[in-house]
């Protein structure tokens, strides 16, 4: 027993110690534990919160383009041109307009959704009239959905939805009318019929001016070929060549100031 006695004073005497150094473990813990705590906080926001919010972006990108995929698909079996058009091919087409064009693809699958609902066209009409669209929507302040809808109903029904921005579209006489002015781009081109030819003008009363002149109906002929006989020139009355010459010089000249009042020459 006396050595046991020894054994628990000794142990009872040596605690000072070592509670001394379990207070410094403790507070040493207690210092990395609130380091990893301001660490984690910080890269929750500098690294976690962005990622995540990227993530969400992603997320809701993806959502708009099955969003609208799903509306195109739905157009086409409504319309039953399954057979007729690709949605696969459509979506290719919007991506290529997204380059050139300020709407993204999504938009634009979304847009020839409406279209289709409204003008049930196969997939050549809907590539060459969604261009179009996305001009009148960017030229006239309108929405890209708006515009689809405008101009499917007015290709799809007697009603013309455009009508209210001076557009009049004529569809038992296949024509259409304008009454606001037409701007093309730079680099568009006018594609006329190679088949059978464009008129331009059906009628001599029609007005037309070029380069700002004033619209005129067509000029009168001014000059025949057949009447300006210059044979004086090999004969040596001289009276007859210089009256052959003034006579086409006028004629010459009346030519130039009908291409003037048309405009085709300053």
Excluded: H, W
Aim: charged share 20%; net charge negative.
């Amino acid at each position: 027993m006396g050595l046991i006695g020894e054994l628990v004073v000794k142990i009872t005497g040596d605690t000072a110690a070592l509670n001394k150094s379990i207070d410094k473990s403790q507070k040493r813990l207690q210092k990395l534990s609130a380091g990893f705590v301001k660490a984690g906080k910080t890269l929750t926001k500098s690294l976690t919160l962005p990622i995540v919010a990227l993530g969400a972006v992603s997320v809701r990108a993806f959502g708009k383009q099955a969003e609208a995929e799903a509306k195109l698909n739905a157009a086409i079996r409504a319309t039953g041109k399954e057979s007729e058009i690709s949605a696969k091919n459509i979506g290719i087409f919007a991506a290529e307009l997204q380059k050139t064009t300020l709407f993204g693809d999504e938009a634009t699958i979304s847009a020839t959704a409406l279209l289709q609902s409204f003008a049930n066209l196969n997939e050549q009409g809907l590539k060459q009239i969604i261009p179009g669209i996305l001009d009148m929507s960017a030229a006239m302040g309108i929405s890209l959905e708006t515009a689809a809808t405008l101009v499917g109903k007015t290709l799809g029904s007697t009603t013309n939805a455009l009508s209210r921005y001076g557009i009049v579209v004529d569809a038992s006489a296949d024509d259409i009318n304008i009454n606001v002015d037409v701007n093309i781009a730079d680099a568009k081109n006018i594609i006329l019929d190679t088949i059978t030819g464009t008129k331009i003008g059906t009628a001599i009363t029609q007005l037309l001016g070029f380069y700002n002149a004033t619209p005129v109906d067509q000029p009168d002929t001014v000059a025949d070929a057949a009447t300006q006989d210059l044979t004086g020139a090999d004969s040596v009355d001289q009276t007859k060549l210089e009256a052959d010459l003034t006579s086409c010089k006028n004629a010459i000249n009346l030519i130039v100031d009908r291409l003037q009042e048309l405009g085709l020459i300053a």
